[in-house]
């Protein structure tokens, strides 16, 4: 069994109160970093910058190396733009080195995402690792963007909103829980294979359906290798 933070959000269900309706319309393209890689961007529901009456959502998906298919039902807010991308190294986006990675250079890539889209007034969702790097981002922005309120000649980005969804705020406790759970499941089942002990694991902690949900299929077929679980984030925790 592997530990993958960023799994749990798709249950195969939309989010209630979200509204079912035909896809919306969407803009694709890159964002260019400054260290020369691409990442690739999907923005739902494109609306002119000066439009204000609904802010944004910008979607940060989990992993390290989950990209954003099993994250796409908040597409489904009315009226709004929603703004996902993949990360570094995994779904549509270059793949960089190693070394090219740390949480740091995630912050930074946010900020590269918002500033080349045109994005200065937002509201932010992180799911799972997402979370802990929406957390960094917002404890890494200039104290012109603490606490400021939109102004429409500023260069000030200004991030009206956060949600954490299952997001942890120790890395090692995630770990220690984690193995806990499967020990137990091993000494449950002790003649079950490791493949049924990890669709045991499934079907309780991690997505209650008959089969793993194809939004989580999708992401999981172009994850990344280079950077990618808990061991990329070893050690994180709360500050």
């Known amino acids: ?12 269900l939309r989010t209630p109160g979200l509204r079912m309706a035909s896809a919306p319309p969407s803009r694709t393209g890159v964002v260019k970093l400054p260290s020369g ?6 923005l739902v529901r494109p609306m002119p910058k000066t439009s204000q009456q609904r802010p944004p959502l910008v ?16 597409a489904d807010l009315d009226y709004r733009s929603v703004l996902f991308f993949d990360q570094l190294s995994c779904g549509q986006s270059d793949t ?14 946010v900020r590269e995402v918002l500033k ?62 984690v193995n806990g759970l499967i ?12 493949e049924e002990r990890s669709e045991i694991f499934r079907r309780r902690h991690h997505s209650d359906t008959p089969s793993l949900p194809q939004p989580l299929v999708e992401a ?10 808990t061991g990329a984030i070893e050690g994180w925790e709360v500050n």
């Open 116 to 177: 080349q889209i045109g994005i200065y007034r937002y509201h932010l969702y992180g799911q799972s690792w997402g979370g802990i790097l929406a957390s960094e981002f917002l404890r890494a922005r200039p104290e012109s963007e603490v606490g400021q309120r939109y102004a429409k000649d500023s260069d000030a980005r200004v991030c009206l909103s956060c949600i954490l969804s299952s997001s942890p705020c120790s890395v090692p406790q995630v770990e220690g829980v």
């Open 37 to 42: 890689y691409a990442l690739h961007y999907e």
């Open 183 to 194: 020990e137990a499941i091993a000494a449950e089942h002790p003649d079950a294979t490791d």
């Open 59 to 74: 979607v940060l998906h989990g992993g390290p190396g989950v990209p954003h298919n099993y994250l796409k039902g908040l």
């Open 96 to 109: 960089a080195t190693p070394e090219d990675h740390s949480i740091p250079q995630a912050v930074e890539d």
């Open 220 to 229: 999981y077929e172009s994850a990344g290798t280079v950077w990618r679980g």
């Open 1 to 12: 069994l592997v530990l993958l933070l960023g799994a749990t959000a798709a249950s195969g």
